[in-house]
């Protein structure tokens, strides 16, 4: 029996890239220790998301920066009832509010259901922003505005974010 893939293409590389700048002295082997941040988010929270992002990562302070590897969300709706606007979810560097990673543009349109999607990584100027965040911190938020409700949803996100700090001093 074929064991699960526990990295994709995307996280293989930057572990590549991570390793590389240990080897060549740039980071610090303390600083490559990737950590879990759990956050869930009750439906109260879901229907601000926009006016009020919910932190995942906290800044970690001065000379320190915060390398997102990778984001999902799992998506629990206990009624017949979702959202029908605003519903793409974006992981934002908190102090600029520029994009980390995006979720499909209908996340929170699940109807009695219970999913998890990985967000994607956004890279690049073109894509707003990298992962690596100095002294930010890292939140949830969703595009466009504050989600707005087909009838009354009952959502709860269950949102994981692996990364790693990198120490500069």
Avoid: H, W
């Avoid at 988010?41 to 970690?60: H, K, R, S, Y």
């Amino acid at each position: 029996m074929n064991s699960p893939a526990i990295f994709d293409n995307q996280q293989i590389t930057i572990l590549n890239t991570l390793y590389q700048a240990y080897i060549d002295g740039a980071i610090a082997l303390t600083a490559n220790v990737p950590q879990v941040a759990k956050v869930e988010i009750l439906n109260t929270d879901v229907a601000t998301l926009n006016g009020l992002p919910v932190e995942i990562v906290p800044a970690q302070g001065a000379n320190k920066a915060i390398q997102v590897l990778s984001c999902v969300v799992n998506f629990v709706n206990n009624t017949g009832d979702d959202y029908n606007t605003n519903m793409q979810l974006q992981l934002i560097e908190g102090s600029s509010t520029k994009v980390i990673a995006l979720s499909r543009t209908d996340f929170l349109g699940g109807i009695s259901a219970t999913y998890s999607q990985y967000l994607t990584i956004q890279q690049g100027d073109s894509q707003l922003s990298d992962q690596v965040l100095g002294n930010s911190n890292v939140m949830l938020s969703v595009v466009g505005g504050n989600p707005i409700p087909n009838g009354s949803p009952d959502v709860t996100l269950k949102v994981y974010v692996i990364y790693q700090v990198v120490d500069f001093s």
